[in-house]
């Protein structure tokens, strides 16, 4: 990710499952430093026609989140890392993310591993992956 210097008017998007707890609940609990303007959550069951982008790129969200950012989709552990970059460091949550995934190698070693768990989670509740 390049250093570029944000305005408060862009927009961070980030695509996540609604019906997995652990995404829900990363979105919910994750702090963006005030420099990254307007943060939209949406949710990729859903119809939102950003989700056409992300199926342009030919994405599987069942594989990983997405963020859309400075025009650039990022996805999977690559998301992640440019999450905790723009993180705050407000709070255990926040400052252990970034530790995490502000590191590319580790991010990419831990989340196959966040990807399996949220698929063993989605089977345990009855939920079906996006794509299903």
Same mark, same amino acid.
């Given at each position: 990710?390049?250093?570029?210097?944000?305005?408060?008017?862009?927009?961070?998007?980030?695509?996540?499952?609604?019906? *997995?707890?652990? *995404?829900?609940?990363?979105?919910?609990?994750? @702090?963006?430093?005030?420099?990254? /303007?307007?943060? @939209?959550?949406?949710?990729?069951?859903?119809?939102?026609?950003?989700?056409?982008?992300?199926?342009?790129?030919?994405?599987?969200?069942?594989? /990983?989140?997405?963020?859309?950012?400075?025009?650039?989709?990022?996805?999977?552990?690559?998301?992640?890392?440019?999450?905790?970059?723009?993180?705050?460091?407000?709070?255990?949550?926040?400052?252990?993310?970034?530790?995490?995934?502000?590191?590319? @190698?580790?991010?990419?070693?831990?989340?196959?591993?966040?990807?399996?768990?949220?698929?063993?989670?989605?089977?345990?509740?009855?939920?079906?992956?996006?794509?299903?």
């Amino acid at each position: 990710m390049s250093a570029e210097t944000t305005t408060q008017t862009e927009v961070l998007t980030v695509i996540y499952d609604g019906e *997995c707890p652990f *995404c829900s609940n990363y979105v919910r609990l994750y @702090r963006l430093r005030q420099l990254v /303007g307007q943060v @939209r959550l949406v949710d990729a069951r859903g119809d939102d026609p950003v989700l056409h982008v992300v199926h342009d790129a030919r994405l599987n969200l069942d594989e /990983g989140m997405a963020v859309l950012w400075q025009g650039r989709l990022y996805h999977g552990a690559e998301a992640l890392h440019v999450l905790a970059l723009l993180g705050s460091e407000t709070g255990l949550f926040n400052r252990v993310n970034r530790w995490l995934f502000s590191r590319p @190698r580790l991010g990419r070693r831990l989340y196959p591993w966040m990807v399996a768990g949220r698929r063993l989670t989605l089977r345990l509740l009855g939920r079906k992956l996006i794509a299903e």
